[in-house]
């Protein structure tokens, strides 16, 4: 299996902050990697696609880059509906695997 | 636009059969393109994929689930399923049906979820 370790796994912040996501494959993936939000109690929304692709009506303010191991989910600035805990994926192989996620909260 | 909808008994018993349906509006089950999948979220945990079925018939597990997963589809009702065997109560979860888009390589549409406990 593929495994995806995100950093860090929760952040404080504030609305307007500028936010980092780590994600790190444990072989390369190329640039097979998703960004997913997931608010609670909701489903799992794309956000970015193939690394760096913004899927259709998501903000600009959301950032993929990355390729190979390691990858960033950039929020250039926080808003209240982006207190959500999000989730990489890797679909470099057939036996999808996902982040452990990172919890974004309100500081 | 696309939509899934799971559906289900919310509650099953150890040792039986855990069977879900995932019913698609807005695009067909027998796309070349698309690949149906079943996700699940363990209370306050991730998320784990379980399997897909693509091309109205193949289908890829998550090797951890093969031995007691089949996905299988009925293209008359635009619907495909899970079934889970023996199941126990590390089987309780919310799970979800979700597409990959062969174009993004990604979950892009998912279902609400639907919530299975197991217990007696």
């Known amino acids: 299996d593929i495994q995806m370790t995100q950093s860090p796994s929760s952040l404080s912040a504030s609305v307007g902050d500028r936010v980092t996501i780590t994600c790190r494959a444990s072989?390369?993936?190329?640039?097979?990697l998703n960004w997913y939000q997931q608010i609670p109690g909701k489903a799992p929304k794309l956000l970015i696609y193939?690394?760096?692709s913004l899927q259709s009506g998501v903000p600009s303010r959301f950032n993929g880059r990355g390729s190979g191991t390691d990858f960033t989910l950039t929020i250039s600035s926080l808003q209240p509906e982006d207190f959500a805990t999000y989730y990489c994926?890797?679909?470099?192989?057939?036996?999808?695997?996902f982040g452990q996620g990172t919890k974004v909260e309100i500081k | 636009q696309v939509q899934l909808q799971e559906s289900g008994p919310g509650l099953v018993k150890p040792s039986q059969t855990l069977s879900l349906t995932c019913t698609v509006s807005?695009?067909?089950?027998?796309?070349?393109?698309?690949?149906w999948n079943w996700i699940r979220q363990h209370p306050g945990k991730g998320l784990e994929w379980i399997g897909y079925?693509?091309?109205?018939?193949?289908?890829y597990y998550n090797p951890s689930l093969m031995s007691r997963i089949t996905i299988s589809v009925d293209t008359s009702k635009n619907q495909f399923s899970l079934k889970l065997t023996s199941v126990t109560a590390a089987d309780t979860a919310v799970y979800y049906c979700?597409?990959?888009?062969?174009?993004?390589?990604?979950?892009?549409?998912w279902g609400q979820g639907t919530m299975v406990t197991v217990s007696s």
């Open positions: 079925i693509y091309n109205s018939g193949s289908t």
């Open positions: 979700a597409r990959i888009a062969e174009s993004r390589r990604a979950f892009d549409i």
């Open positions: 994926q890797q679909d470099y192989s057939a036996l999808r695997t």
């Open positions: 193939a690394a760096s």
């Open positions: 807005g695009a067909s089950i027998s796309s070349d393109f698309d690949y």
């Open positions: 072989e390369s993936i190329s640039g097979y």
